[in-house]
Each structure stands twice: as C-alpha cells, then as structure tokens.
C-alpha cells in the first residue's frame, strides 16, 4: 500500500507539473490585468490538438514533439497577443465582468473551431522514443515521459522564477503585481506591458499543451478540465505569485492522485476540498499577500 | 412605473397567456423553455446587476432545484407540483452554505470560489448513483393533469410571474437599494454602517433560491435531472443572458434569455457548430453593446426625448 501511495505521489507531481506551467501563465495574466481568463484552458487544448498535427505532419514521432514544444509556445502567444491588443484591449475600463465573458465567448469559438478542424473522435500523440517505455521504480512500472515533465517542470519553473527576478520584463511583472497603477504612474507602457504579459500567459498555456499531449488522449472537454483546476491552483497557491502557483499545482496533482487512490469516481472533488481548507485558514493563498 | 410600462405589462401578459392557443406543441415548449431561462436569468440578475457579484456557479442551485423535485418524486413519491415547492429552500439552504465561504472574497475571486463550489457539487451528483442516479440522470414524471403541453405551459408561466414579481418586489425593496449601494462603492457601504457580507450572503441565497424554482420547473419539462445542469458551463448561460439584455435593467435579463432560446432554436436548426455562431454574437455585444439590448434602447429612447 505504501509504495503505491508513494507512486500515485509520483505520479501526481508529473501531473501537477503539467498543470503548474499553464497555471503560472493564468496567475501572471490574473495578477497583473485581473482577468480572470477563461480561454486559457482553450489555448492549452489548442495546443494539444495542434501537437497531434504537428506530429503527423513530420511524421516522426520524437521530432514532431520537439518542433511542437519548440513552435507552439510562440504560436499560441502570437494568438494570444492577438486576442488581447485587438478585443480585450477596446474593453479593459469597463467591470471585469465584461473582459470574464469576453474570454469565454473565445472558450466557445475555440471548442467548436476545434470540433470544425479535427472532428469529434479522440487522437493520441506517440511519446517520442527513448521515453516510450517505463522505468521500475520500487517494484512498480512508471511511465518515463512522466519522469521527464518532472524534470522539465522543474526547470521551466527555475527559468520562470529567473525571468522574473534577474530581467527588466521579470520585474515589471512583478511589479505590476504589487501595485499595477504605480507601475503606470512610473512611465512603464502599461497597454504593451499587458499584451506582453497576456502573450507570455498564452504561451505558456501553449507549453503546458505541447508537453501534456503525449499523456492520456487528446479530446474535446480538454479545457474546461485543465482551466477548474488552474483556477482552483491559483486560488491555493495566492493571485500572481509563480511559486505559488507551483505549490498549488503539486498539491493539487498529489492530491488528486491519490484520491484516485481511495475514491476513483469522486477523486475531483479532494481539489476543492483542498481549496476550501486553504481558504479558511488563508484566503490570500498559500503564497499570497493580505490586501 | 408609468402608465405606458403598466399598459405594456398588460400587454405581453395578455399575449403569454393567449399565446397557447395559436402555437404547436413543439414551439409551446420553446416558450416553456424561454420563460424558465427568464426566471433563472432574473434570479441571477439579482447578484449581478443589483449587487454586482458575479457568481460563476450558480447552475449548481438551477440543477438541485430540479434534483430536489425528481429527488422527492422517485424516492418519496411527492408529486412535482408539490416538491416544487421545497426547490427553493433545498438551493437557498446549500447556498447558504457556499455562500458563507464565498462572500468572505470579492470580484474576480468570488467568481473562481463559485465555480468551484460549483464543480464540487456536480462532481458529487455525477458520482453519488444510489441517490442522484450518477451520469444517468433521475426521471421524473408530471402528474396527469400537467402532462399536455398547454396545461404546462400555464402552469410555468404562473409560476415564472409569481417569482419574477416577488423579484422585482426584493429588487425595489430597502434591501435592494442597499445592494445597490454596495455594487456602487463597497467601501462607502462599509463605512456607512451597512453589514456588507450579511447582504451579499442574502442575496446569493435569495438568487439560489429562484434558481431552483427555474430547475424545479426544468426537470418535469425535459421528464428528467441531468447533472449537467449543474455544470459550469450552464452557469455562463444566465450571465450571457443578463448581459446581453442589460444588467442594469430589471428586465433585461428577460430579453437576453428570449434572444438565447429562440435564436439557439433557429441556429441549431441549420448548423453543427452553433457555439461558434454564439461566440461571434457575444463577442460582439460585449465588445459593441456593453449596456445591453435593453439599456441599449433606454439609452436611444432616451437621447431622442432630451433631442426632441
């Protein structure tokens, strides 16, 4: 029992990292323009579904992953600074209620595109080789790409972490966090800042896309999961912090993971009981500052 | 309300009720259909347009409404009309407990909380089968005299206008004015005295409340409860209707939700990929008409009496 506990563990920080690059975009877009965006979870299943064509179109399965790791994070935040200079844009004085639905009326748009290009049925994606197989970890088999998010989850999230603390864009990000008004007040291009910001988001959703389109299958309903769950990691981890974010993620992984453990069919609902026991105990967040 | 809004009431209560004698069966429950959606997108209104909370879980409370009537009906037997009755107290009361949680955090986070709350109760309907029959839904049969489409339709239409009333009536009562004092500046309420979360904890269970007298009223139409009527993507629907109508107006939510049925009926009708269609037509009136078809009119209406 405990080495299957010890496992599913594993097993829950593959996912959490998957879930913790597309999280850490959503915080930064929420933290800083306080839009709650909705069609993010479109962008990563966008991106899911273009790592299926991109595959098919090189024809080899290691290569077609890497072209898509490597163009569909630029791809999908050219969508998404699209998206935000050329509708969010004409609309960022009004409540926020307006820029909410906005984003979900793209979420609609993006599921039917979807359906419209790629059809109805499910598609999988090959895991490119060399990480096809399974590794023997205490007895028990584990897939090795599931190793290999780790590994790339990890470092996504060191680079992340130096971006935001080492280069001018990092730090204006960070400091549009803490006080978004000052930061225009101090001459920084606010209007550029944020389709930067909201591109860099979008892109990562894209990331988050490409490397998960190898795990499970590829199939329409791909973003309202993935976005319940980014939602719910923001909320535990705190609004605009990435280390929050990764936090909120892993345990959210871990926790679901192992709630499939006890109680397969309702395994979901532990993440939102996670989240109301952080939100009595710290509203903020994990990592978030009191207002 | 003036002597032409009174004539105009008059009027579209004159033709809702006329109305059976002239449509078929299938267009009677379009109608049956649109006045549902108007209640639940008027109950929703109420959190929205009046106290400037966006809920984004509120089909939760649409969907245990129609639980709570097939619910009492298959285990215990009690007829839909009578298990109507209990929809609203059964959503208030889960409202009440969601609600407590949710009003401790406002704008954009009160709208995450919501969904997930919202999520959390649809996970369970879906996983609970002994008693919510899971993913397969629990039937649910009228009594005898409200099986023929007409004799429904009456029935709903008294009941939507019955709720809407009461609605109009909380929304123009001392108590709605506060809400929308809060909606105007929270800190100004605040500092004036006004115990802030007691009203918006009120206010999301009153919304509930009417939301479950909407799913009340859905689930002997459709002969079933469907889990997905808890889902999230149901709960976009009263706010897409609240804002395309006009937040700001009472009615305006009735005007979206006649927009949303009738036109989903017409797009359905010739096309796969209905979503794409209404995602353009969103976009559109968030981008183009932020007031609303009706705050819209009022605005026009308006401008022409000043020009004139």
């Given at each position: 029992m405990l080495d299957q506990i010890l496992i599913q563990t594993l097993s829950g920080v593959s996912r959490g990292m998957v879930l913790f690059v597309v999280a850490s975009g959503l915080t930064l877009i929420f933290g800083t323009m306080r839009i709650a965006n909705f069609a993010h979870g479109s962008f990563f299943m966008l991106a899911a579904y273009l790592t299926y064509s991109i595959t098919q179109f090189v024809g080899d399965k290691t290569l077609g992953l890497v072209a898509a790791i490597v163009i569909l994070p630029i791809l999908v935040a050219c969508f998404g600074a699209a998206i935000e200079s050329l509708l969010l844009r004409r609309i960022?004085?009004?409540?926020?209620q307006y820029q909410l639905i906005l984003t979900y009326a793209i979420t609609l748009i993006v599921a039917d595109g979807i359906k419209l290009i790629w059809g109805r049925s499910y598609h999988t994606v090959d895991r490119p080789a060399g990480l096809d197989g399974a590794l023997t970890i205490l007895d028990m088999p584990f897939p090795s790409y599931q190793l290999m998010l780790i590994v790339v989850g990890i470092l996504i999230a060191v680079s992340l972490h130096l971006m935001l603390t080492q280069t001018r864009f990092g730090k204006t990000i960070r400091a549009a966090v803490a006080d978004g008004e000052m930061v225009g007040v101090l001459g920084v291009n606010v209007p550029r800042l944020f389709t930067g910001i909201f591109a860099l988001g979008a892109g990562l959703a894209g990331l988050g896309g490409a490397l998960a389109a190898p795990v499970g299958s590829i199939s329409l309903g791909l973003d309202s999961s993935i976005i319940i769950e980014s939602f719910a990691v923001i909320i535990i981890g705190g609004v605009g912090s990435v280390m929050g974010a990764l936090v909120g993620a892993l345990l959210i992984g871990v926790v679901q993971s192992i709630g499939i453990l006890f109680a397969p069919k309702i395994a979901i609902a532990f993440i939102f009981l996670a989240l109301c026991v952080v939100l009595i105990f710290r509203p903020q967040g994990l990592m978030g500052r009191a207002s | 309300m003036t002597q032409g809004h009174r004539l105009g009431l008059i009027l579209a209560l004159v033709i809702a009720y006329g109305a059976p004698f002239l449509l078929n069966d299938s267009n009677l429950f379009i109608t049956i259909d649109f006045f549902i959606m108007a209640l639940f997108a008027v109950s929703y209104n109420l959190l929205l347009g009046r106290a400037g909370m966006l809920s984004f879980g509120h089909a939760a409370y649409y969907g245990i409404g129609a639980y709570t009537v097939a619910i009492l009906f298959s285990k215990l037997a009690i007829p839909v009309h009578v298990g109507l009755f209990a929809a609203p107290f059964v959503a208030g009361l889960f409202a009440l407990v969601v609600g407590w949680f949710a009003v401790r955090v406002t704008g954009m986070y009160f709208a995450m909380l919501t969904l997930a709350f919202g999520q959390l109760l649809h996970t369970i309907v879906m996983g609970w089968y002994s008693f919510t029959g899971g993913d397969d839904g629990l039937p649910v049969t009228s009594p005898d005299w409200l099986l023929p489409a007409r004799n429904y339709y009456f029935f709903v239409l008294s009941v939507v206008i019955i709720c809407i009333s009461i609605i109009w009536l909380i929304s123009k009562s001392p108590f709605g004015v506060a809400l929308g004092a809060i909606r105007e500046n929270r800190q100004r309420a605040i500092f004036v005295g006004l115990s802030v979360r007691n009203f918006e904890l009120s206010a999301f269970v009153i919304a509930a409340a009417f939301s479950g007298v909407a799913g009340g009223l859905r689930a002997p139409m459709q002969q079933m409860a469907f889990p997905s009527l808890l889902h999230w993507s149901q709960s976009a629907e009263p706010i897409l209707m609240a804002l395309a109508g006009g937040i700001h107006t009472f009615f305006g939510p009735v005007v979206g939700a006649a927009l949303f049925v009738f036109a989903n009926f017409a797009i359905t009708r010739f096309s796969d990929y209905p979503l794409l269609i209404f995602g353009f037509i969103i976009l559109i009136l968030v981008v183009y008409l932020p007031g609303g078809i009706l705050g819209a009119a009022q605005e026009w209406i308006k401008s022409k009496r000043g020009g004139s």
């Open positions: 960022s004085t009004r409540p926020h | -």
